[in-house]
């Protein structure tokens, strides 16, 4: 059983900061990718940034230059740095996990979301 559990969301006035983590256990031989992902009430759930296991990283357009996306792959943790935070980016974001198991097989996992509320 593989969980992802995430912390860091909260209520913060515009041009804030806010760092979200995700924490991921269970039975994983490794983890492809990690990323975050976000879902506005009424709208469809969006990538915000992705990363995977060399580093490499990918965000969307509407968080470059704000928002910074890291991993410690020893503590199989991902963390999201959201800075000059606007009120478009109140939602509920949510940790993703490609995560592949021993017999070779990936597996997308989610975490339960975590609610950020930018303030005006």
């Known amino acids: 059983q593989v969980q992802l559990v995430e912390s860091g969301g909260g209520l913060v006035q515009a041009g804030g900061s806010l760092r979200l983590s995700c924490a991921v256990s269970?039975?994983?031989?490794?983890?492809?990718?990690m990323g975050w992902y976000r879902q506005a009430p009424g709208k469809q759930r969006e990538l915000v940034a992705a990363?995977?296991?060399?580093?490499?990283?990918n965000y969307a357009d509407f968080v470059k230059d704000r928002f910074t996306l890291s991993r410690d792959n020893a503590k199989k943790m991902v963390y999201l740095q959201m800075n000059s935070l606007k009120p478009e980016d109140t939602a509920v974001y949510y940790c993703?996990?490609?995560?592949?198991?021993?017999?070779?097989?990936?597996?997308?996992?989610w975490g339960q979301g975590t609610q950020v509320t930018v303030s005006s």
């Open positions: 993703n996990a490609v995560v592949r198991s021993r017999f070779g097989r990936l597996y997308d996992y």
């Open positions: 269970g039975s994983i031989f490794s983890i492809n990718i």
């Open positions: 990363i995977t296991s060399d580093g490499t990283t």
